[in-house]
């Protein structure tokens, strides 16, 4: 959809030209002007709400109650963008894509207000009006007015539910903010059925949740860094720290880079390289696609004496984070290399981590906005890429060796599919990944290993091991 250009090249400044009477942006609500900017950054430059919205509460030093408010805001408002979307559908006169796009994420914030977080009615229309009477102008102030009080006259998220009428798995989707293609994809790999779907809701409502903040104790005692961060040992890897919230920033040993922000369910992806059972010798390592580097981190960490870790990602400024996330660490290279045509030679590693490029569903959590952004039609070619980039890392691994094959994805196409194709050679072997993880239940996915928001309060990491026979 085409954005329309915006008055004088730029958003409003204060009091816009041309607009009398519109109020200038410091006295706007402040928690709900910073929510509206994610949602207008995420729409016109596909911004990532994990990453802008800390960034704006740095800046606009909002207390400690507004910068909350202004998080539930900005990512409940994204994640519950399909039922919204729904809703203000059946009161606008015309289809939501011929709306101005700062009036429709101007829509959804105050319809979320109202239908999901029982706002007053008063106070989330008021808010909203003069927010969009300052951002676009007196005339769409009006419309916005009309639309969110017939929002608020249809009552909460359970009463909209009602009125929509949707049923089975569309109403699934609208209940639990997912598109249905997701919903779907999440039944399979659950491996329910139209007789079996006692998880799929609680898995999908998991999506829904405010992650905790994981961090990984690299060059540091785990001890210190739960006395340093006031957090709790996380559950599953022996790395991890659970925080209750905060900023992980403060931590001494964060901003040292002894320590580092990393899901716990990311750690044990890392780990499973490292615990894979080896016939041979076992001095060269590979990570294969690196970029942003904490897994690189984490295998620097862990790796026994002797090893040399080699780090790579075809991307030259993820390449960049990867050296920063080793900077410090001995007997480390980091290249700028694509997997599918590497500059090392066959069978050059005893061990191989292949954390390949997904659709990302695994994290929907942490990036809320992932979840309409990505479409079924992003699945076929990533899982050809993933394909392909197996095929590199078990050129590259030598006989006796392993590769360990990660997604942040539990879609079937770009897990359990891509892993068969690459099974069905006779010089491939896959190997159980639960055994590895003792301490981790219900982590079993037939041979392969998959962990979920609901079960293990981590991102839903798939894993699998192959080894190569000869």
């Given at each position: ?120 009615a008063h106070a989330a229309v008021d ?85 905790e903040v994981h961090l990984v104790a ?240 981590t991102d839903a990491m798939f894993m ?7």
């Open positions: 959809m085409t954005r329309p250009p915006r008055r004088g090249g730029q958003r409003p400044a204060g009091r816009p030209k041309g607009h009398q009477g519109q109020r200038p942006r410091a006295q706007l609500d402040g928690a709900r002007l910073t929510a509206y900017d994610v949602l207008d950054a995420v729409s016109a430059r596909e911004a990532y709400a994990n990453l802008l919205l800390p960034q704006l509460l740095r800046e606009r030093r909002l207390d400690t109650r507004d910068a909350a408010f202004a998080t539930q805001l900005a990512y409940g408002a994204l994640r519950a963008r399909g039922t919204l979307d729904a809703v203000l559908a059946t009161l606008v006169d015309r289809p939501l894509a011929e709306l101005d796009p700062r009036v429709l994420d101007l829509l959804r914030l105050g319809a979320y207000q109202v239908v999901d977080l029982r706002v007053p808010t909203t009006v003069d927010l969009t009477r300052a951002i676009v102008g007196a005339g769409p102030a009006g419309l916005v007015n009309a639309v969110l009080r017939k929002v608020a006259a249809g009552g909460d998220r359970a009463a909209w539910l009602e009125r929509l009428g949707a049923t089975g798995d569309e109403r699934l989707a609208l209940a639990t903010d997912h598109p249905r293609w997701v919903v779907e994809a999440w039944r399979d790999a659950l491996g329910g059925g139209p007789t079996d779907d006692t998880e799929l809701e609680p898995a999908l409502l998991a999506d829904d949740a405010a992650p690299r060059r540091v005692s785990r001890e210190q860094l739960v006395e340093e961060s006031g957090g709790e040992p996380g559950p599953w890897s022996p790395y991890a720290v659970r925080l209750g919230g905060g900023d992980p920033g403060r931590v001494a040993a964060v901003r040292s880079g002894a320590a580092a922000v990393q899901d716990e369910g990311s750690q044990l992806a890392a780990l499973l390289l490292a615990r894979a059972p080896l016939e041979g010798p076992d001095g060269a390592w590979l990570d294969v696609c690196a970029g942003p580097g904490g897994k690189s981190g984490l295998l620097a960490a862990v790796r026994p004496a002797g090893v040399r870790l080699t780090a790579a990602d075809r991307a030259p400024h993820r390449a960049e984070l990867v050296r920063q996330a080793l900077q410090g660490e001995d007997d480390v290279e980091v290249l700028v290399a694509d997997g599918r045509e590497p500059p090392w030679a066959p069978g050059s590693f005893d061990r191989v981590l292949l954390d390949a490029p997904c659709t990302g569903l695994g994290a929907l959590r942490r990036r809320p906005e992932v979840r309409w952004r990505r479409t079924a039609d992003d699945v076929a070619p990533l899982a050809a890429l993933q394909t392909e980039l197996l095929a590199g890392a078990l050129a590259s691994v030598r006989p006796g060796g392993v590769v360990a094959y990660v997604t942040c994805s539990p879609h079937t196409a770009e897990t359990e599919a891509v892993v068969a194709g690459a099974a069905a050679r006779d010089d491939v072997e896959v190997l159980p990944v639960a055994p590895l993880f003792p301490e981790v239940p219900d982590v079993a996915r037939g041979d392969f290993g998959q962990l979920w928001p609901h079960r293990h309060g699998a091991l192959l080894r190569r026979t000869r």
